[in-house]
């Protein structure tokens, strides 16, 4: 059984699916605490000029005090989904797949039993995986017992699922320790995307970017772009 664990971003980048389409099942790691400057809830994309445009998903009372899971979504800012469906409409309007792409947008944000933005986070990445056939299964962290937090944290939820093999973003290099892994009989891996460009421009952008611009299945290929070894 082969499994990844990340934190839930709202529609995060092309890495991140490729992380996905390498496992069998995914972990949402929604009970640790919300990071208030980190890629949980905001991301990038970039209009026709390549001029790159920050966004964020309106909160009610972020605090790195509260879990992902417990950190609502905004009430106060009612339209925000009305006015950025409006800025990809800018952004994106001309581009092949914009049509498709902006459905799948509209429905994940006009999901009004999502509360918090684990929920939207995770709905963002469960249909965008949809879209791009990657046919992982999903689960969450909060479903597990917790009795520790960090490295031991990770283990316990891979002993849950009875994993054997545990893949990583290569971000995590410096926090896992193999001996740890193969102590309970799991080995560990790093996943580094190798995605190339496909307009001038980084790949770190949301992947709303590729997948308005791409062909499912030429993204399909992108998702193969990697490089992995074993910790």
Not at 114 to 142: H, M, P, Q, W
Request: charge should be neutral; hydrophobic fraction near 35%; glycine fraction near 4%.
């Amino acid at each position: 059984m082969k499994l990844a664990i990340n934190q839930p971003y709202f529609f995060p980048y092309i890495g991140y699916f490729q992380l996905l389409n390498q496992v069998d099942i995914f972990v949402s790691l929604d009970d640790v605490n919300y990071i208030k400057k980190g890629w949980i809830s905001r991301n990038t994309i970039a209009d026709s000029q390549g001029l790159e445009i920050p966004f964020s998903v309106p909160l009610s009372k972020p605090s790195q005090n509260k879990d992902i899971n417990q950190t609502l979504l905004s009430s106060t800012y009612p339209d925000w989904r009305a006015k950025w469906l409006i800025t990809l409409q800018h952004c994106y309007g001309k581009t092949s797949f914009y049509r498709p792409i902006s459905q799948l947008i509209n429905d994940v944000v006009h999901d009004h039993t999502v509360t918090t933005i684990a929920d939207l986070a995770e709905k963002s990445i469960v249909e965008t995986c949809k879209y791009l056939g990657i046919r992982c299964a999903f689960g969450r962290a909060n479903k597990v017992t917790k009795t520790c937090n960090g490295e031991a944290r990770i283990l316990e939820i891979c002993k849950a699922h009875s994993a054997t093999q545990y893949f990583n973003l290569s971000g995590g290099v410096t926090l896992y320790h193999s001996d740890k892994f193969i102590a309970q009989g799991i080995d560990l891996f790093f996943l580094r995307s190798l995605a190339q460009p496909y307009r001038d421009i980084p790949n770190t952008l949301s992947v709303i970017d590729i997948m308005m611009h791409n062909d499912p299945k030429d993204i399909r290929d992108m998702l193969t772009q990697t490089e992995i070894w074993k910790g």
